[in-house]
């Protein structure tokens, strides 16, 4: 089915780019998903550029990854070809603008700690808030990360996306349309390639013990010792999903080796060999009696792809 789409595909990459009947469970925070048709890794916005028109011109349904960490996949996987964005486009620069601020311009893949790390070692202040969340910057800009009081919003300057027709275009902060756990990425086809933000000078002794406090309060309130994808539902206006889910008396509940965590009750852990299908199971169980007891209305925040 797919012989002419692999024959270009590997004009375009090199062998070790290309992986087929991919088990996505390697690439997800949860450790959950069935094979990837094609999962791909490009190098380069250009490399992007080439794979999304092969797509689009085989009639091949394509998904854009990053680090899998607020992704749900399906048990029997996906049909057609992920491209993962990571540590293939982690470039980093930094430079002082006229007004002697430093503009950062980083590749979609790099990871938030990674780049935290980097910015606070520069003694640049405004991304503490992201050194501990577990995805790329190009997942961060597409949800609009936050956690601690930051968010995405507040320090990115503009986006270079590449859309369907394969061209590049630079999105403005406002373009981007960032508001909670939403961007105009999650809208419209853009496959974010490099951002740019912008930050004050700082202390770095300040910088990096906030980060470090940051990560001590991560590792006392959340589950991290079990594979998750972070907080499922999104926070339902004037409430805490956490909370709603703990006052409905749901720590701990189970669906196969699926648990609402009792550490966190936001937090749906994988505690064995869960399935996709015990996840969405446990989080239709959660959805309706948060809605009997409360009339609260609960939206998933990880996002879900594949067959299940
Ligand atoms: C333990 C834990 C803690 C977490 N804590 C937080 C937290 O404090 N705050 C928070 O906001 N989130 C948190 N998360 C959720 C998650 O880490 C974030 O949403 C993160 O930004 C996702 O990035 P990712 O690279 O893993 O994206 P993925 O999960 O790979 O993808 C998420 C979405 O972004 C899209 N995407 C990814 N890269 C690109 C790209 N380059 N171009 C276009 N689209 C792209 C994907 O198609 C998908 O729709 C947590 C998750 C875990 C497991």
Redesign the pocket.
Known sequence: MYSIFEQEIREILEPKQIKKDEKLEKHT?FRIGGPADFFVIPKSADEVKQIIKLCMENHTDY?????????LVGDKGYRGVILH?GSGMDSLEFAANEEGRTIVTAG?GISLAKLAKEIGKRGLTGFEFAG?????L???I??N???YGGEIKDCIVSATVVNQNGDILTLTKEQLQLGY?ESI??KEP????EAKFEFEKGQVEEIQGKMAELNKQRREK?P?EFP????TFKRPEGHFAGKLIMDAGLAGYQVGDIKVSEKHCGFVVNVGKGTAADVRKLMDHVRDIVYEKYQVKLDPEV?MIGEF
């Not at 998750?228 to 907080?231: L, N």
Request: proline residues 3%.
């Open positions: 925070t998904f854009i990854l990053g680090n899998g960490s607020n992704l964005i979609a501990g969340i577990p995805g790329t190009g997942g961060a597409t949800m990360a936050g956690a756990r990425i999650q853009y496959i974010v390639v959340q991290l998750s994808a972070g907080s996002r």
